[in-house]
């Protein structure tokens, strides 16, 4: 299967510094990236819809101030936290999504684990 | 909006049994339906997945079936294996016309005992 990766894997900041997550599709162009964020013991929780070369759609309660997204090539999409508190700390995790013929599946990342104290 | 339910959120098997989750959806125009195995920790794997135009797939030990008109899917795993521990996700997606985002279930807990 395709394969995508995401770096840095873990990451511990201070409260209101801003920390840069990079997610990359390494053999596949991926149209659209997906990112999520995870709570222990729960579901996936889709943040943002990210479209190369146009602006991100957030998902109704995520502040787009406070997570930026860019994808500015077909194989890169970074997410910015900015000025992280605890309470952003979390699993983050990107998901890149192949363009057509192949439309629908979708190629998770090993995640980011942040923690702001 | 989509909504899928899944169920159960916790399954414990014997080793060698067979496992059933199940998925209901809301949204009658979604058409694509992958399931995922996440181990603690790690990355959500696609292990299965099937269009609205098939009713079932199998692969090896996994099967899943799709019943449009009821708007649930499951997922069966046979002779289940110790290495089959992990959390499934079920998802539903409207395909392109929503830029493939999915919907995720809750996540059922398999714990295979030996």
């Known amino acids: 299967g395709a394969v995508v990766s995401q770096h840095p894997s873990r990451v511990i900041c201070k409260s209101g510094t801003s920390v840069k997550i990079e997610c990359r599709s390494l053999?596949?162009?991926?149209?659209?990236m997906f990112w999520y964020r995870q709570f222990p013991k729960k579901s996936l929780m889709l943040m943002a819809t990210s479209n190369e070369g146009s602006k991100a759609t957030y998902e109704q309660g995520v502040e787009k101030d406070k997570f930026l997204i860019n994808h500015a090539s077909l194989t890169l999409s970074t997410l910015t936290v900015t000025s992280a508190h605890p309470e952003d700390s979390s699993f983050y995790i990107c998901?890149?999504?192949?363009?057509?013929?192949?439309?629908?599946?979708?190629?998770f990342g090993p995640g980011t684990r942040l923690t702001v104290l | 909006g989509e909504n899928v339910e899944q169920h159960p959120s916790t399954l414990s098997v014997q080793e060698g049994d067979s496992a059933v989750i199940k998925c209901t959806y809301s949204?009658?125009?979604?058409?694509?339906f992958p399931w995922y195995k996440q181990e603690l920790g790690k990355r959500p794997q696609l292990i299965i997945d099937?269009?609205?135009?098939?009713g079932e797939k199998k692969d090896q030990r996994i099967a899943v079936t799709l019943n449009k008109t009821a708007k649930h899917f499951s997922l069966h795993i046979t002779e289940t294996q110790p290495e089959d521990s992990a959390v499934y996700f079920c998802a539903a997606s409207r395909g392109r016309v929503s830029w493939g985002k999915l919907q995720f279930g809750a996540g059922t807990q398999v714990v295979v005992t030996p």
């Open positions: 053999d596949f162009q991926a149209t659209t």
């Open positions: 099937i269009r609205s135009n098939v």
């Open positions: 998901s890149a999504r192949e363009g057509y013929p192949v439309a629908d599946t979708q190629y």
């Open positions: 949204d009658s125009a979604s058409n694509y």
